[in-house]
């Protein structure tokens, strides 16, 4: 059955009639060209599809569009407003300065991620990365150099 749903996606105010039952992934990739979350396992379990609703983490690849419903979500896209520019939010930039990103396919949902761990709490641990981090699945082995970017995003924010 279609529905109208309205929510903030990036920033921006979008309207969609579309079955609410469908998955917000399929929604941003299909109807909305933003491809950084991506399909992997499709049940929620590996992170790649991360996005970030209303300051939480959020597996797309699980969740119905209709509850993102007057929502605001943020994608990997959405996180750099000035990327074009060449500026990067701090997350990204720590995870390219670090070495944190290898294939790349699981980095957009390891971001938003932690990017909604530092939301919640600006002054994380490494302890709290790594438990936080837990359930984002990488495959390239670069683990070590995602924690110490998370921790490095930490403290840039600490500085300013």
């Known amino acids: 059955m279609t529905e109208t749903i309205r929510f903030k996606l990036n920033g921006q105010p979008v309207t969609l009639d579309t079955d609410g039952d469908r998955k917000l992934l399929w929604v941003l990739r299909t109807d909305f060209g933003l491809t950084g ?18 300051d939480k983490a959020v597996r797309s690849c699980h969740t119905a569009v209709r509850d993102v419903k007057d929502k605001d979500v943020l994608t990997i896209e959405g996180l750099a407003p000035d990327a074009a520019s060449g500026k990067l939010h701090p997350l990204q930039q720590a995870f ?13 949902g390891m971001i938003m991620t932690a ?18 981090m837990e359930n984002n699945i990488c495959r390239c082995g670069a683990h070590q150099r995602i924690v110490q970017a998370i921790e490095s995003a930490a403290g840039a924010g600490k500085r300013g």
């Open 115 to 132: 990017y909604a761990l530092l939301k919640k709490n600006p002054d994380v641990t490494r302890e709290q990365v790594i438990a936080g």
């Open 37 to 54: 979350a991506k399909y992997s396992c499709g049940i929620g379990v590996c992170g790649a599809c991360t996005v970030v609703v209303d």
């Open 96 to 108: 390219a300065d670090l070495g944190a990103v290898q294939c790349g396919f699981c980095t957009p």
